[in-house]
């Protein structure tokens, strides 16, 4: 009371205020999610008030969110979802749980504790069964089913107090699942790999944010430089932004189908070492959002040039399952690094990153991923575990679907088929629909698009007149944000300006997905290259 007095009934002010709160966060931008995409959800406020619009919908083709633009889910995957989801529901310790499974269509079908049926196949279970956080995976494999219309997939219930998905698991994720992605890394690349290197995660951005978190250190002239791609995924100059580290600029080669030269690597790691003392550099392939594809003998210049300069690799990879291209594959760093032997495979360290939110599958929302760490020293991986423990484990329904898209049906399963078919539907449309992009963007004059090699973005440069560009320094806006934002007011067409993921002085772009269904895309290339048309007409 007597404090309260002598305050003589002063307000009291925030703690937190502007002026008070990490400046670090002040700096960090996301563009993906910036000032457009506000704006857009603004105008689809307004449509349903009925405020009226030259258009009818916002089409929202900002983001890599495969679902929302109406990809339907892969089957099979939301299958075992289901399954893993219905844990809770055994009849005691040990109790197998079955979910009749369509093998020529439908939903799943639960079945509470029954595991006959019509061709019934199932997962086997007993003694080799592998008990995993709150859920029992019985071992891989299926019995051959005879011919019929349902088979089982049996999750068991270990015991009744953690059935289900809701439990937490092991803070690198179950161990299962690991082992899974490990076997999967060893088909994919023919070497030997470990699940005791894989880390599970929330996405692959909260394994890349770890493994920087890991990375920087140091002040002044020792901080960390991490380079990183030009253009970029928003993600890696907003981590560095949070984490105080020194972002160091490469350029990709427009004007060679983006690609990444290690003359340019050089040249940006000697403008860094004068202001910082770079370490780590970071790879994006396929591109995101430039959408090329590295070749391996520039992936072996990329690690020899590593080896050298004593740089740590951090290889994002999600777009792995997205190559358009005939002439064009993926080659993975890890596989790379290890055919090329001693002593590259012995020495340079390496972080690769993977996720369930691109590819063929496209299942953003359950937030899974993993990151795949070689050559890292055994201390630091014991801190690596550590860090990782803190926020206690990624979500167990997005491990599980993890676990399903690393270790698919095979030849011969109840489920393969329908499996099969519904990927390569989505992997071919999507194909397609990066060469109607280049095509349809190309023909007009004045806006300039690379081949769509893989990922699931275009990233054309637009000419800009003059009186444009003065228009937008008068709004305060760069030149290609002032291009979308009157393309968004004007069409309802949502992309992101080119400047949220950097670009070389004097250019603009702007990034499109490839993700709307193809007639929708059409018509939103042929609106979006009308009003191109306009808008330099109006300002020439």
């Not at 996301?30 to 704006?39: K, L, Q, S």
């Not at 009818?56 to 109406?70: F, P």
């Not at 019934?120 to 709150?134: D, I, K, L, S």
């Not at 080669?253 to 770079?278: F, I, M, N, Q």
Request: charged share 25%; aromatic share 8%; with cysteine.
């Amino acid at each position: 009371m007597a404090l309260a007095a002598a305050a003589g009934g002063a307000r009291r002010g925030a703690v937190l205020t502007p002026e008070s709160m990490n400046p670090a966060i002040r700096r960090v931008e996301y563009a993906v999610r910036g000032p457009i995409v506000v704006r857009a959800t603004e105008i689809e406020r307004e449509l349903r008030e009925g405020v009226p619009k030259p258009f009818t919908e916002v089409i929202r083709a900002n983001i890599g969110d495969a679902h929302a633009m109406g990809q339907q889910p892969i089957t099979f995957l939301r299958q075992v979802r289901a399954r893993a989801q219905r844990g809770d529901r055994g009849q005691g310790t040990g109790t197998p749980v079955s979910v009749a499974v369509p093998s020529s269509g439908g939903g799943a079908v639960p079945v509470p504790g029954a595991d006959e049926g019509p061709g019934a196949a199932q997962r086997r279970q007993g003694a080799g069964a592998a008990a995993v956080g709150g859920l029992r995976r019985p071992e891989r494999g299926w019995v051959s089913p005879p011919p019929g219309r349902w088979h089982t997939v049996t999750w068991v219930s270990p015991r009744p107090s953690r059935p289900s998905p809701g439990s937490y698991s092991a803070s690198p994720g179950l161990q299962l699942v690991r082992e899974d992605v490990a076997r999967y890394i060893e088909r994919r690349d023919g070497v030997p790999a470990s699940a005791d290197d894989i880390f599970l995660s929330t996405g692959a951005s909260d394994a890349i944010v770890s493994m920087l978190k890991l990375l920087v250190s140091g002040s002044g002239p020792s901080r960390t430089g991490v380079l990183i791609p030009i253009p970029q995924y928003p993600l890696y100059s907003a981590a560095l932004a949070e984490l105080e580290a020194v972002q160091v600029n490469y350029y990709l080669a427009e004007d060679r189908c983006w690609a990444l030269d290690v003359a340019e690597l050089r040249r940006a790691l000697g403008e860094g070492r004068r202001r910082c003392s770079p370490r780590v550099l970071c790879i994006i392939n396929p591109g995101n959002p430039t959408g090329q594809v590295q070749s391996r003998e520039c992936i072996e210049e990329v690690i020899k040039f590593a080896y050298d300069e004593k740089l740590f690799l951090m290889a994002d990879e999600v777009y792995q399952d997205n190559i358009y291209d005939k002439d064009s594959a993926f080659h993975s760093f890890k596989k790379v690094l290890m055919e090329m032997g001693p002593p590259y495979s012995e020495t340079v360290e390496l972080a690769s990153f993977h996720s369930i939110s691109k590819g063929y599958h496209g299942e953003c929302g359950l937030r899974s991923g993993y990151v795949e760490v070689v050559n890292l020293n055994p201390e630091v991986k014991a801190e690596l575990s550590k860090l990782v423990s803190v926020r206690l484990c990624p979500p167990v329904p997005g491990q599980v679907v993890l676990d399903t898209i690393v270790d698919p049906p095979k030849p011969g399963d109840p489920s393969y088929e329908r499996f099969q078919a519904e990927k390569e539907a989505v992997l071919s449309s999507l194909a397609e629909k990066a060469r109607l992009t280049q095509e349809m963007f190309n023909r007009t004059p004045g806006i300039h698009c690379n081949p769509v090699q893989g990922a699931m973005y275009s990233f054309p440069r637009i000419d800009l007149p003059p009186r444009a560009l003065a228009a937008a320094k008068e709004k305060k806006q760069t030149p290609d944000m002032f291009f979308c934002m009157r393309l968004l007011e004007e069409t309802g067409i949502c992309v992101v300006p080119g400047s949220g993921f950097g670009q070389k002085e004097g250019t603009f772009h702007f990034r499109m997905t490839i993700l709307p269904p193809t007639e929708k895309l059409k018509i939103l290339l042929e609106k979006l290259s009308s009003f191109y048309t306009k808008f330099v007409q109006e300002f020439s």
